[in-house]
């Protein structure tokens, strides 16, 4: 019952008690009749009041939930599935087609995979694509191989891959397990995403977010291009840490917070992306782990470390921005696997202080 009913019931109550009542059956010249009139009147006007406000609740909460529900869809559709304006044209057969947002560059496991271990490395890619939680190593590309050499190559094949394909956001690790010596050895794959669909959904919003960086970029000079995708990871103001998941480039395009690998990672798509010939590449600097990329212009290839400028773009601090962007003191890059001159790269990295 209401409040307000059981207010009313009360005071008629009380009036039943009047004394003046009781003698006469009148109170104010009212009989108990119209009072218990007047009573019902009054509970039926105050059901029809609950009653409209509940449907005016319910149709503005009806209404602010449909115009939600319509902000979602458009959301969700920019997000991940409006048309791309710059398509990829990327051959969806190969053994090394993992998605449509890069397309690896296999230099470096034909040059430092045996044939048996590139055959090891595509099944092992098929797995990561597929997205199954383990699979079986094939023993007889590596049966003249002890359980040692065995682990060796697969280290080896999984430092490559992490090279040749930075648009595997979506892996972290593995765990190798053997058991009857080399015959039974299982690899567990590790992923950053807990279920296949949201991977499918982040590879969406990630070929979007790429897409829309394509859209800014002006056909120029290769420099130009280059600058342009420096400028680009800067211009986020990254907060460059160590986080469970920051060493994919997806945390340089969606994300505040990364590493230096992952905007090394970004800046290979993107350079690739805008037809720059350029590499990923591992090494040191200052004697530290780093990851950075290699860039061809037309006098020669350069060191590209977009992670310097990320950092001083974070710290609001403009001297020196340039410095990562065409190589800066390369002596201090140490590179690991890729050989300058055995990989026909130029004698030397040269640094480029000014525009072309």
């Known amino acids: 019952m209401l409040r307000e009913e059981i207010e009313a019931k009360e005071t008629l109550e009380k009036l039943k008690g009047d004394t003046n009542y009781l003698k006469t059956g009148m109170i104010s010249g009212k009989s108990k009749e119209e009072l218990e009139k007047e009573y019902k009147e009054y509970k039926d006007s105050l059901i029809k009041t609950k ?10 909460f009806g209404f602010f939930f449909i115009i939600l529900i319509a902000i979602a869809l458009v959301f969700g559709y920019q ?21 449509n947002i890069y397309f690896a560059d296999t230099f470096l496991s034909e040059k430092h995979l045996t044939v048996d271990e590139r055959e090891e490395y595509k099944r092992w890619l098929k797995s990561l694509k597929e997205y199954k939680k383990s699979y079986i ?27 040749e394909h930075p648009e595997l956001f979506y892996f972290d690790t593995y765990v190798m397990e053997s058991s009857n010596g080399i015959h039974s050895i299982e690899i567990f794959n590790y992923y950053n995403t807990k279920f296949n669909l949201l991977k499918d959904l982040k590879t969406f919003k990630l070929e ?59 800046a290979q798509i993107l350079l690739k992306r805008v037809n720059i010939n350029s590499r990923l590449v591992s090494g040191t600097l200052y004697e530290q782990p780093r990851y950075y990329n290699i860039v061809k212009l037309s006098d020669g290839y350069y060191i590209f470390d977009a992670c310097v400028g990320a950092e001083i773009k974070s710290s609001n601090d403009q001297e020196d921005y340039q410095k990562g962007m065409l190589a800066f003191n390369t002596s201090d890059y140490q590179t690991d696997l890729v050989n300058i001159k055995e990989e026909g790269m130029g004698n030397l990295y040269k640094y480029r202080k000014t525009n072309e």
């Open 51 to 60: 009653k409209l406000k509940l449907f005016m609740s319910t149709t503005f």
């Open 79 to 99: 997000t991940y599935f409006r048309d791309l304006k710059n398509k990829y044209d990327i051959d969806k057969k190969s053994p090394y087609y993992i998605n």
């Open 208 to 266: 979007r977010k790429v897409d829309d960086f394509l859209s800014t970029v002006k056909s120029t000079s290769d420099y130009n291009k280059i600058k342009q995708v420096y400028d680009y990871l800067a211009n986020k103001k990254l907060e460059i840490g160590v986080l469970n998941e920051n060493q994919n480039f997806s945390t340089a395009m969606i994300s505040s917070k990364t590493s230096c690998e992952s905007i090394a990672k970004a």
């Open 137 to 163: 190593v094939n023993f007889k590309n590596f049966q003249s191989k002890s359980l040692t050499d065995i682990t060796a190559s697969i280290k080896k094949i999984y430092r490559i891959m992490k090279l």
